[in-house]
């Protein structure tokens, strides 16, 4: 079965730099979520699309923008990097099902982005 | 404010039982959903509760009480490959997850 695509799967950056993420969700899952999760922490909620619309707003700095795309692809942009944006970053998908949202939601690998 | 409260670490031998508990306070509430997630890898769903009552899913079971606030999951036959952090998570009105603090699982044999 077809699983969350991310691209690239490691990211080194120096400080002040650019990155740019990748997420590919599953075929016809129409929500796409993106979470950081520092060491030893647990997953931070940044920001969702349904429908290619932004569809709610988490914890994410204003240096930190994302977009959703008509083939339903996201990216996560990141400038001025700093040391403490290093962290794993997941996207995941989750399809409206006809019982409505189930609380599952199907995480990809992962980006390990490390600013040095 | 959001929280979710584990116990920060259980430890269980090959074959036993162990239960790890979730209590909750957030602003908006849809259902609580378990997560493991072995280092270095991504979370993956285990279980679902919308309501209150007992949810089980092969060896594993998870339990909602709205009342109470509080959840737990229950791992029953544990192996190796069990050991593992497991999150609870509050799905919110915008159906984001609200990860609880995590519960690291060690499995002994």
């Known amino acids: 079965a077809a699983g969350v695509i991310q691209s690239p799967r490691h990211l080194i950056k120096e400080k002040r730099e650019t990155a740019t993420l990748k997420c590919y969700p599953i075929p016809r899952h129409d929500t796409v979520y993106w979470y950081q999760q520092g060491p030893g922490q647990d997953p931070q909620f940044l920001i969702s699309f349904y429908e290619k619309m932004q569809s709610d707003k988490g914890s994410i700095p204003d240096r930190f923008s994302a977009q959703q795309f008509s083939d339903y692809h996201s990216e996560l942009n990141m400038s001025s990097l700093e040391l403490g944006d290093s962290a794993l970053y997941f996207c995941a998908s989750s399809p409206r099902t006809s019982g409505g949202r189930t609380g599952e939601q199907f995480f990809g690998p992962g980006t390990r982005l490390t600013v040095l | ?109």
């Open chain 2, 1 to 109: 404010g959001q929280s979710l409260e584990q116990p920060s670490e259980v430890t269980a031998v090959e074959g036993a039982i162990v239960q790890i508990n979730c209590t909750y306070q957030t602003s908006g509430f849809y259902g609580l959903s378990w997560y493991q997630q072995h280092d270095g890898g991504a979370p993956t769903f285990l279980s679902y509760n919308a309501l209150d009552g007992l949810e089980e899913t092969g060896r594993f079971s998870s339990f909602l009480s709205r009342s109470d606030s509080y959840g737990y999951l229950l791992l029953q036959e544990l192996q190796m490959k069990d050991s593992a952090s497991y999150f609870c998570a509050v799905r919110s009105p915008a159906d984001k997850l609200i990860f609880g603090t995590g519960t690291r699982l060690q499995v002994f044999p």
